[in-house]
T-cell receptor, first 114, second 118 residues
Framework: LAKTTQPISMDSYEGQEVNITCSHN???????ITWYQQFPSQGPRFIIQ???TKVTNEVASLFIPADRKSSTLSLPRVSLSDTAVYYC???????????????FGTGTQLKVEL | EAQVTQNPRYLITVTGKKLTVTCSQN?????MSWYRQDPGLGLRQIYYSMNVEVTDKGDVPEGYKVSRKEKRNFPLILESPSPNQTSLYFC?????????????????FGAGTRLSVL
């Protein structure tokens, strides 16, 4: 599985756009990029997934450059309720070496203030 | 309602007293896994299971056991808990789909079990 690196924390204000970048330099050809959101005292939940270019849903956008060595989760016009930890997960099917493990990493703590 | 149910939600125990945290899902998912979450360390996978009777180690399996006798259940067993196993634990499940890859499928998490080992 590709190792991921994210900023430990980010601060923002209500109404701003927030971009959280995840670095995954050794991403494999069949790897997908998935982002999860975790509120305090809750389990993580799926936000968005992509393979290349741009993906958008009602919650966020995911930008993936051509080399796929990084990805950026974009949250438009954040509110206080977007305060959470955001995890980037990269992986696909690996046939050897315990490749069905999932490595979520340390995540990014986003704090949104008024 | 589709869900992953963990029990108990909170548990305080003493060193060496065997305990089991249960996990059940009602979505007929093949893949199930356990994680622990500690401050500054994020989510770390303990064990995972690709299907009934198929389990494998995650990144931090020491001190834990699991079993998968039924598709819906995946209990986490601490045979002799120690204080360094004090943590927040999450169970998760997903389909494997045509890709056979858990990373390509949405993981559904339980609400968590907060364990304190004294």
């Amino acid at each position: 599985l590709a190792k991921t690196t994210q900023p430990i924390s980010m601060d923002s204000y209500e109404g701003q756009e927030v971009n959280i970048t995840c670095s995954h330099n050794n991403i494999a050809t069949n790897d997908y990029i998935t982002w999860y959101q975790q509120f305090p005292s809750q389990g993580p939940r799926f936000i968005i997934q992509g393979y290349k270019t741009k993906v958008t849903n009602e919650v966020a956008s995911l930008f993936i450059p051509a080399d796929r060595k990084s990805s950026t989760l974009s949250l438009p016009r954040v509110s206080l309720s977007d305060t959470a930890v955001y995890y980037c997960l990269v992986g696909g099917r690996e046939l050897t070496g315990g490749g069905n493990k999932l490595t979520f990493g340390t995540g990014t703590q986003l704090k949104v203030e008024l | 309602e589709a869900q992953v149910t963990q029990n108990p939600r909170y548990l305080i125990t003493v060193t060496g007293k065997k305990l089991t945290v249960t996990c059940s899902q009602n979505m007929n998912h093949e893949y199930m896994s356990w994680y622990r979450q500690d401050p500054g360390l994020g989510l770390r996978q303990i064990y995972y299971s690709m299907n009934v009777e198929v389990t494998d180690k995650g990144d931090v399996p020491e001190g834990y056991k699991v079993s998968r006798k039924e598709k819906r259940n995946f209990p986490l067993i601490l045979e002799s808990p120690s204080p360094n196993q004090t943590s927040l634990y999450f169970c998760a499940s997903s389909y494997l789909g045509t890709s056979g890859s858990p990373a390509k499928n949405i993981q559904y998490f339980g609400a968590g079990t907060r364990l304190s080992v004294l």
